[in-house]
């Protein structure tokens, strides 16, 4: 089996409700193993051989649709990548001293380096952003709520959809990837 950090893209913010339980249930009809964390879309999966993060993102999304009526986009990252998302953090003093303000946005693809450039040109704040592996690091150190720099303006400039996590949250899904067992070789 293979740990998976599965993240779901915008619930429970603007009406789009999912319950934990049904979150579950829908991993549940996918015979996957899974334990979720908070109410916005976080679940570490246990998935069989063969199973790529690209066909358990089609699968999650699918089974959403089909058990609780909602359509989002499902990233999942196997839990070797996701102990490289947590190392190649560009921000420590950031993470020690405000996690709550520094996001980790897991990007559907690598955009192209070029996409980099005109995202840290456009930067309307004190914002800093940094990439990542197949991820945008970002530190908002006037808070997120009234920042310029929004989802909508980063998945733009970077070409590629994504959902964000604070570091708090990358780190408690980190310590569930630790609790699980160990990939099977």
Sequence with gaps: MTSYVVLLRAVNVGGRA??????????????LPARTLGTTGNALVEAGPGVRAEHLEKLVEDALVRTAGLATEAFARDGRAWDRIVRGNPFPKEAAGDPAHLLVTVLRSAPDRGAWDDLKRCIPGRETVAPGERC?????PDGIGRSRLTAALLERKLGVRGTSR?????LRLQDLVRQSPPDAA
């Design 18 to 31: 999912l319950s934990s339980e049904r979150w579950r249930e829908a991993l549940a009809t996918l015979g």
């Design 136 to 140: 945008a690091y970002v530190v908002y």
């Design 166 to 170: 604070n570091w708090n949250t990358v």
